[in-house]
Nanobody
Framework: QVQLVESGGGLVQPGGSLRLSCLAS????????MNWYRQAPGKERILVAN????????NYDDSVKGRFTISRDDTKNTVYLQMNSLKPEDTAVYYC????????WGQGTQVTVSS
């Protein structure tokens, strides 16, 4: 059974950090482009960051450049999103998505940045 399970979300104060994890099962992520999306209330889902391979390029939305880092450990079938200097506008549900010949989505994890 193919599954992506995100974890690591929660409530954090502005300026704080969180590390999201996305564990894949039922397929090997090594050939997949791994993506983190987010969707804030009342807004469209946007691509935050992606990783083309373990040694390949990464891309970031301008709003998170310099603050977020995507990484992956193909041996653990896991992709991460390290989020530093969090802002209230980073509040959203964060989704993991894998794409190669097919695409798979996780169920999302809530991140709330508030004092």
């Amino acid at each position: 059974q193919v599954q992506l399970v995100e974890s690591g979300g929660g409530l954090v104060q502005p300026g704080g950090s969180l590390r999201l994890s996305c564990l894949a099962s039922g397929f090997n992520i090594s050939k997949y482009v791994m993506n983190w999306y987010r969707q804030a209330p009342g807004k469209e889902r946007i691509l935050v960051a992606n990783s083309f391979s373990s040694s390949g390029p990464t891309n970031y939305d301008d709003s998170v450049k310099g603050r977020f880092t995507i990484s992956r450990d193909d041996t653990k079938n896991t992709v991460y999103l390290q989020m530093n200097s969090l802002k209230p506008e980073d509040t959203a549900v964060y989704y993991c998505m894998a794409i190669f010949l097919r695409h798979y989505w996780g169920q999302g994890t809530q991140v709330t940045v508030s004092s």
